[in-house]
């Protein structure tokens, strides 16, 4: 079977998608070098043009692409939730690609995307870059697809729509309660890898603890209960290990870092205060209840499916920049 597909024709004949679907419905629209161009690479691919590739100028597909880092994450999950619930108010199907496999090479899962001829994509990978962020622009631009990031975010530049909190504050706020609690030795539990979100909430635990005079403390571990609880079995072993307030950049790296200290005899939150990230079931589930930031997962995928449909319809969003407002929930791991 013929696998070769629009996109393989426009990269092989260095033209975009609208100039081989033009070519093939409106050849008379084409420059005559450039149709013969992409005829020879068609007919050498032996591409055969399916009915959403013969209406690509002038027709829709009703579907969506999300790309999502990893669907365990139960914060993932519920923003598809929102996505999905706005997407069927407009008929719109979902097309899902799960970056979790390191092997997978982003760039040739986003060819594939534009590819299977989407009206749009909603971009929920957290581990953005500037590169990843310029592979996005050109889609956006040269072969017209319009992209909306939910819940991540390229702060350095606001080309692509984008719905998420203020992270830097979120994470200003909270260490900032541990401070009123009179805790001094505060930690951050971040990730090792580099996650855009998880830079920002970084960058407002620090100028928190340096507006207290405080020493700072960030422990990178994994978002893997298995690994992280090893290193906060290491890292806290001994009683003379100063911690007494914890900011968590997510709310699973919290509730393991809880159980770990309570199996060491450690009271929650006596002993170590601490305050987790995005509301989860997990911060209502364990015990202690997890004090944490409520980031409005669900809202953020609604917001973002239905700014993705205006992109689609032509119509400009003057903000590109779209924070939602987040609360702070105070339950049982802080005073």
Request: hydrophobic share 40%; glycine share 4%; net charge neutral.
């Amino acid at each position: 079977m013929n696998k070769a597909t629009i996109y393989n024709v426009a990269y092989a004949a260095n033209v975009s998608l609208a100039t081989v679907s033009r070519t093939l419905n409106n050849p008379q629209k084409v420059k005559p070098e450039t149709r013969e161009r992409v005829l020879r690479v068609i007919k050498e691919l032996g591409y055969k043009p399916n009915a959403f590739a013969k209406g690509l100028a002038s027709k829709k597909s009703t579907t969506v692409a999300v790309i999502v880092p990893d669907m365990s994450r139960a914060s993932v999950a519920e923003m598809l939730n929102g996505i999905a619930v706005e997407a069927r108010k407009y008929n719109y199907s979902l097309l899902l690609y799960v970056m979790k496999d390191e092997k997978i090479d982003e760039a040739e899962m986003l060819k594939e995307v534009v590819a299977n001829q989407v009206d749009g994509i909603l971009y929920l990978n957290d581990e953005i870059n500037e590169a990843q962020y310029m592979m996005l622009n050109v889609i956006q631009d040269e072969y017209k697809v319009p992209i909306v990031l939910a819940n991540t975010l390229y702060p350095y530049d606001n080309k692509l729509v984008t719905v998420c909190i203020d992270y830097f504050k979120a994470a200003y706020e909270i260490t900032g309660r541990l401070i009123a609690e009179g805790r001094k030795h505060i930690y951050l539990l971040t990730t090792a890898r580099k996650y855009m979100v998880n830079d920002l909430k970084e960058e407002g635990y620090l100028k928190a603890i340096k507006e207290a005079h405080l020493n700072p403390n960030v422990i990178r571990t994994s978002g893997d209960i298995a690994i992280n609880t090893v290193h906060f079995n290491e890292l806290f072993k001994s009683e003379h290990e100063a911690v007494d307030g914890i900011v968590a950049v997510r709310d699973s790296i919290a509730v393991s870092f809880v159980n770990t200290m309570i199996e060491k005899g450690k009271r929650i939150p006596e002993d170590v205060s601490v305050y987790g990230f995005q509301n989860t079931k997990y911060s209502t589930l364990c015990r202690p209840k997890l004090s944490c930031v409520d980031v409005p997962i669900n809202e953020i995928g609604a917001k973002a499916m239905s700014l993705l449909k205006r992109e689609i319809d032509g119509e400009v969003n003057e903000v590109k920049f779209n924070v939602l407002p987040h609360n702070i929930i105070t339950r049982q791991t802080s005073r």
